[in-house]
Structures are given as C-alpha cells and as structure tokens.
C-alpha cells in the first residue's frame, strides 16, 4: 500500500474538537500499524482548506472529524471538488443527518417513527411560551446542527425550558424542541449497508448526553442489547430502513429510543461516529468479529465519491503505477505488466495518466 498515502483528517473548528483528535489518532496508528502510508492532518477549514489537503498530496481521505464543517457535508464538498475519495457518506446524506430537522421530515416522510417536536429560530425564540403551547414537559431541547449532545438539555417546566434555548442559541440560530421519551438508549452499527448490531447504553443520569460519552467512567453499556431477540431483530430492521432513508453509506450508527411499551423511536443519525476508546461504533464491530485496526480498513475500503471513484479504484491505479514503474526499470516481463494494466479501472484519480 505504499503507494497509496492515506489523510486522516482530524480537528476541525467545532466544539467537538477534541474528540476529533483523539478519534483521528487512534485511526492514524490503527491504520499504519497495518502498513499504510497515513498523513495526519489537522482541519482549520477556511480559506486554507484547499491548501492543507493539496500540500498534503493524499489520495484517499479518511474523515475522523465531527460536528460542523465536518459531518455536514462541507469538506465533503471540498473533497468532491479535488476529487479525493473520502469515508462516510455523500454531501447531501450529511448535510441532511446533521440537520436535525431535516433529517426528522425524511424520518416521517419514510415511516420512522421519532419523537414529537417543533423548531424555533431566534425570532420565534423570543415568543416561546406561545410556540411550546401544549406541547407539555418534560421535553428535550438540542441545537438544530450539532453532535455528540452539545447544548442538549432535558426540561421539566417553562423556567428550564426559557434557559436551555438560550443555551442551545449559542451553538446554531435555531432549536428543536423534542417530546422527552422514557426509555432505554440502543445505537445501532451500520457497515458499507450492513447491520453489525446493537449496544445498550445506561447512563447514570436519565439522558446519555456529553458527559456520559466522554467524561463519565460509570457510564455502562450492554453488549448484545438487553432485549428479546425477537423485538431485537425489527430494532436492527428499524435502522437499516433509517440508514436507507438517508442514503447513509460507509460506517454510520444510528441511535434509538427503546420503550418499556413495545415502542422505538429514532433520534438520529451520526454519519461519522466517534472512533475512541469510548466510542459505541468500536464496541459493536468489535463484537461482530472487528478489531479496530480491521474496522479501519472497511472503512476506507467503502472510501469513494459521490461522482463514483472510489478508494478501489484508487489501489487499482496504484497496482498499475507501481508496475509502471517496474516496467520501465525493466524489472519484470511484459505480460505481468499487461496483466495489472488489465487490473486497474482508475475512473479519474491522479493515477489515471499513468500509461
């Protein structure tokens, strides 16, 4: 694989920064503990952004960001516009997952059952009592684009309520104001449109929120899921219909509100799932025969870009590009070097004027 270089890009400008690092580390050693060539970069966004991945000469991209700018289709963007094969799903299917509202319209447009809720922007934020109306307590309030439970806040009156928007406000200039729904939290591993399984997550408080993930020592989880395998099996049905709404591809999880009624209710999509030592997507495919290094490499192997070149052919390109090389320091005989000219089918990397 040498001559294939590897980006993991990792940072970013959101608030969830130093997950980030931590997620693209442990990516980075995985990966070149399996000999690839891994470049580890930094994400500043911003007018340098075509300059750090350029300089970076990289020929696949693996995603290790979160939040803004990162699961939102926006250096996706950029990567589609250098022609970079990168992990995780499209720039649509991430803008969409991390617009909480949007993604919650395609939930309802396609049968998946979620949460009641309203939004507001800033200016329907200062007539809140008017706009919660019957709606009741207690209800979860979260910011409309971010991850990993930033600014999200359970309420239980209209004090509570009034506070957690203004500090949700801080993070995006609209809200969602969800129904809260009493339950157990599962998530769900999705692989490449492969169910992996599911994990049960029991915080100590009543809401897996930051802290829980990636502060807490006593938060426990339950690997398989605590539930009857019959009701188990239309739970993992229940996210394979949700991945499919979006048109979520590579490794996304999806998480679940299971109740003690014989309901399930989704709460989201995360289309680049957190890959450290607490991480649940790690958990699952660990369980399902994937040590991390292994889940690393199906993940970039489901590296691709909306326009079609895909991280397969990439490695093509490269067999072709190294028995080019070969063959021109006449190495090795003509038919081998046919033979993985025969091989590749670049479809447009940087190795397509090979030969």
């Avoid at 870009?305 to 190495?331: C, I, K, P, Y």
């Amino acid at each position: 694989m040498e001559a294939v270089r590897v980006g993991v890009v990792m940072g970013g400008t959101s608030s969830e920064r130093e997950v980030s690092l931590r997620s693209g580390e442990a990516v980075a050693s995985a990966l070149e503990e399996r000999g690839y060539d891994v470049v580890r970069i930094d994400w500043v966004g911003g007018v340098e952004a075509f300059e750090q991945l350029t300089s970076a000469e990289i020929d696949v991209a693996f995603l290790a960001l979160h939040g803004k700018q990162g699961e939102d289709g926006c250096i996706q963007g950029v990567l589609e516009m250098l022609g970079i094969p990168y992990t995780g799903s499209g720039v649509l299917t991430s803008a969409l997952a991390m617009d909480k509202l949007k993604s919650k319209e395609l939930f309802r447009l396609h049968n998946v059952p979620t949460p009641p809720y309203y939004e507001l922007s800033r200016s329907s934020a200062a007539s809140l009592e008017a706009a919660h109306g019957s709606f009741g307590f207690p209800a979860v309030v979260k910011p409309r684009r971010e991850g990993s439970s930033v600014g999200v806040a359970k309420v239980t009156n209209f004090e509570e309520l009034a506070a957690a928007v203004d500090s949700a406000l801080l993070f995006d200039d609209s809200v969602i104001v969800e129904r809260f729904v009493r339950g157990r939290e599962l998530a769900v591993a999705v692989l490449d449109g492969r169910v992996l399984g599911a994990i049960e997550v029991e915080p100590v408080g009543e809401m897996y929120d930051y802290h829980s993930k990636y502060v807490a020592t006593d938060t426990q989880y339950h690997l398989p899921a605590r539930v009857d395998p019959t009701r188990l099996k239309g739970i993992l049905n229940l996210a394979e219909r949700t991945a499919h709404a979006l048109d979520v591809r590579g490794a996304a999880r999806v998480d679940l509100i299971v109740t003690e009624g014989m309901n399930e209710y989704v709460l989201e999509v995360n289309t680049l799932p957190g890959m450290t030592e607490k991480s649940l997507l790690p958990k699952i495919a660990a369980a399902s025969g994937y040590d991390f290094g292994a889940l690393c490499e199906a993940m970039l192997d489901a590296a691709r870009l909306d326009s079609g070149l895909t991280f397969r052919d990439v490695r093509q390109a490269a067999m072709l590009d190294s028995a080019e090389n070969v063959w021109n320091e006449a190495a090795f005989d003509e038919s081998e070097y046919v033979a993985a000219r025969s091989r590749s089918n670049t479809g447009g990397s940087r190795f397509q004027q090979v030969g």
